[in-house]
C-alpha cells in the first residue's frame, strides 16, 4: 500500500492524512476480494523498515490502526474475514496488539476469506527465524539436516499454512518488493500500479486483477507443454 505520504504531499495535507484515507481504502478491497472469489488478502501495512520513519508518523500510523481495526470490526465479521498478522507483534505497543490478538482469536473459526495483516514484517527476518529454527531442531537431534527441503523452511514460516500469493500488487509506480514475501513471490506474478494507495479504488483494482488474467503463467516449462498439459 504505497504512496499515501505523496498523494497527501501533492494536495497541500499532512502524511498522515494520506495514511488515514488510505487506510478507508483497505475494506472495499476486502469487500471486492470477497465478491471476486478471491480466498485472502495480505496487505503489507508496516514494515520492519518503517521504524526508521519519524516517531510522530509511527504513532500516527499505530493510532490509526487501532482506530481503523476497532471502526471495522463489525463489518469484517459479518463477512466471515478471518484475521492473521505476520510479523513480530510482541514489539508493538499493547493498545495495537492487544485488539489485534484478540481480533485474531475471535476470527479464527471464520471461513470466507483471510485477511493477512503484515505488521512490523520483513521477509529477511522472517526467514531468519525460520532458519534459527531449524537449526535449533537439528542441533536438538529431532530434525535430520538433509530432511530441510522447502516444505520443511516453508512450514516454519511466518505464512506456514497461507497460500502463496498468485499476485502481488504494488502501488505509486514504485517497482520493488521492498522486503515483502521474498520466497514466497517466487512464482507470483507482479502488477505495478500507477496511482497512488488511497486512489486505489475496486476499478483500479479490476484493472490489476484483469492485468493478472492475461499472464502465462509456465512454471518453467514452455508454452507447448502447457498446452498439452495444463498445470496448476
Ligand atoms: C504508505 O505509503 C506506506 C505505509 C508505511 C503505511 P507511504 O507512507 O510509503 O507513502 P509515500 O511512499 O511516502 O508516498
Ligand atoms: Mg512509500
Excluded at 499476485?167 to 506474478?189: D, K, P, V, W
Excluded at 483500479?204 to 498439452?228: S, V
Aim: with cysteine; hydrophobic share 45%.
Amino acid at each position: 500500500m504505497d504512496g499515501n505520504g505523496r498523494w497527501a504531499a501533492a494536495r497541500g495535507l499532512p502524511r498522515l492524512e494520506g495514511h488515514r484515507r488510505g487506510a478507508e481504502r483497505i475494506f472495499d478491497i476486502v469487500d471486492h476480494c470477497i465478491d471476486s472469489g478471491i480466498g485472502t488478502l495480505t496487505i503489507f501495512a508496516f514494515s520492519a523498515e518503517n521504524w526508521k520513519r519519524p516517531l510522530d508518523e509511527v504513532n500516527g500510523l499505530f493510532k490509526l490502526g487501532e482506530w481503523i481495526l476497532r471502526a471495522n470490526l463489525t463489518r469484517l465479521s459479518r463477512r466471515q474475514v478471518r484475521l492473521k498478522v505476520i510479523g513480530d507483534l510482541s514489539a508493538m505497543p499493547d493498545f495495537v496488539r492487544l485488539p489485534l490478538e484478540e481480533a485474531i482469536r475471535s476470527s479464527a473459526s471464520h471461513q470466507a476469506f483471510t485477511l493477512v495483516v503484515a505488521l512490523n514484517y520483513g521477509a529477511r527476518q522472517e526467514v531468519i527465524q525460520a532458519v534459527q529454527q531449524i537449526a535449533q531442531e537439528v542441533a536438538a537431534g529431532t530434525l535430520a539436516p538433509n530432511a530441510v527441503d522447502w516444505a520443511a523452511l516453508e512450514s516454519r514460516l511466518q505464512t506456514a499454512g497461507t497460500p502463496d500469493p498468485d499476485l502481488i500488487i504494488r502501488t505509486s509506480g514504485e517497482c520493488r518488493l521492498s522486503n515483502f514475501l521474498l520466497l514466497q513471490s517466487a512464482y507470483a506474478e507482479i502488477v505495478f500500479a500507477p496511482v497512488h494507495w488511497p486512489e486505489f479504488t475496486k476499478e483500479q483494482f479490476q484493472l490489476a486483477l484483469d492485468e493478472f488474467a492475461k499472464r502465462e503463467r509456465r512454471y518453467g516449462q514452455t508454452p507447448e507443454q502447457l498446452q498439452a498439459k495444463p498445470t496448476a
